[in-house]
């Protein structure tokens, strides 16, 4: 599905998906997938966050989610969500939003199964005019 995704959103690169790609010498290192929230105004999701072990540790997918943000922003956005499991195996990702700036916002219990609950996760920028961005980009 992820690949999917990924596909489509390099074929439609104004469709419903969005990616950013972090390539390697040895190929694609990692990547993010996002896009509007259907019917809203300035929601997106996040669908994938996905790295190389490889590259775990090295700042890459802090790039990686620094990236997606600019560009949810760029686009109008105000609010990113991310959804995520509880299990321990998930803990060092959570940590990871958390250490982003992302705070846990909802948790359906018993999601995904018995003791495994959806913990979504959110980060909110206030609106800015197109033209504050443009003289940020310029600045950069």
């Known amino acids: 599905m992820a690949i999917e995704l990924v596909e489509d959103a390099i074929r439609h690169p104004n469709g419903d998906y969005l990616v950013k790609i972090i390539e390697s010498e040895d190929g694609v290192a990692g990547y993010t997938c996002y896009g509007r929230a259907p019917f809203t105004d300035a929601a997106y999701d996040l669908y994938w966050i996905a790295l190389d072990p490889v590259w775990q540790g090295t700042g890459a997918a802090r790039h990686l989610m620094a990236a997606a943000e600019a560009d949810v922003r760029s686009r109008g956005g105000t609010l990113l969500l991310?959804?995520?499991?509880?299990?321990?195996?998930y803990a060092r990702t959570r940590h990871f939003y958390e250490s982003i700036g992302y705070r846990e916002v909802a948790r359906i219990r018993d999601y995904y199964r018995e003791g495994d609950d959806k913990v979504i996760y959110e980060k909110r920028w206030a609106a800015q005019q197109p033209e504050e961005l443009i003289i940020?980009?310029?600045a950069i």
Do not use: G
Not at 82 to 89: C, F, L, N, R
């Open 82 to 89: 991310v959804e995520t499991a509880s299990k321990p195996s």
């Open 136 to 138: 940020q980009e310029r």
